[in-house]
């Protein structure tokens, strides 16, 4: 067997170790036992600066950007609750939104022994109305930061594509190593559907208020 061959040979026997660290975690810590060999492996494949994770989507609505900004940026409801996830505003900025709080609960996995609930705080910043704003957060209990952009891009005939973008990463280098690749994916995997559904139904709440609201109506 060759140098090459047998470099990739271990390189896999320690990614299923890898694995196999991974799993464990996630069952529970009555079977978290891992052994330092399996540690030691992890840390040298993967290494302690792992590349933070980076997920983007985008989707089309039947709403303008106006509709949108409004929706998000000037009605001020104290609580948003869509789902399993619930944002509380604490600061709303200057006239813009700019300097925004709020404190967020969304779903993450049962293994981080939260009775499966996360919990963020969240400052907005570079908002520039009817186009694009830009979050950072703080998260526990993987205790982790985030930023996140927003851009709204005007198809016309009163429709508009949602470009949205979020990087990811956990502030121990050993979770980071461990889990933050399977709790970001967790956290995100339904992002594109929350928002788009959020923005439906608010932009059509919106409409119905305004027909209403109509004389004669």
């Keep these: 067997m060759g140098r090459s061959e047998r470099h990739l040979r271990q390189a896999k026997l320690q990614a299923v170790e890898i694995d196999q660290v991974e799993i464990r975690l996630q069952a529970g810590p009555e079977h ?26 985008s989707f089309e609505v039947t709403a303008t950007p106006q509709e949108i900004w409004t929706l998000f940026w000037q009605r001020r409801n104290r609580v948003v609750e869509h789902g399993d996830v619930r944002i509380e505003y604490l600061h709303w900025g200057d006239d ?11 779903r993450v996995p049962r293994y981080l022994l939260s009775g499966g609930v996360g919990r963020s705080w969240e400052w907005l910043t570079e908002v520039k109305p009817y186009e694009s704003w830009r979050y950072d957060a703080i998260g526990k209990p993987l205790w982790s930061r985030a930023t996140g952009w927003t851009r709204l891009e005007d198809l016309g005939d009163g429709r508009t594509r949602v470009h949205f973008r979020e990087t990811y990463e956990a502030f121990n280098p050993l979770l980071r190593m461990l889990l933050e690749r399977r709790v970001h994916r967790f956290i995100s995997k339904d992002n594109d559907r929350i928002m788009k559904s959020a923005i439906e139904k608010g932009v059509g709440a919106m409409r119905e208020a305004v027909a209403r609201a109509r004389p004669g109506v």
Excluded: K, N, Y
């Design 32 to 57: 978290a036992a891992i052994s330092t060999a399996a540690l030691d492996s992890a840390v040298a494949v993967v290494g302690w600066s792992r590349p933070m994770q980076d997920h983007s989507h």
């Design 96 to 106: 813009t939104g700019e300097g925004r709080i709020r404190h967020c609960h969304f």
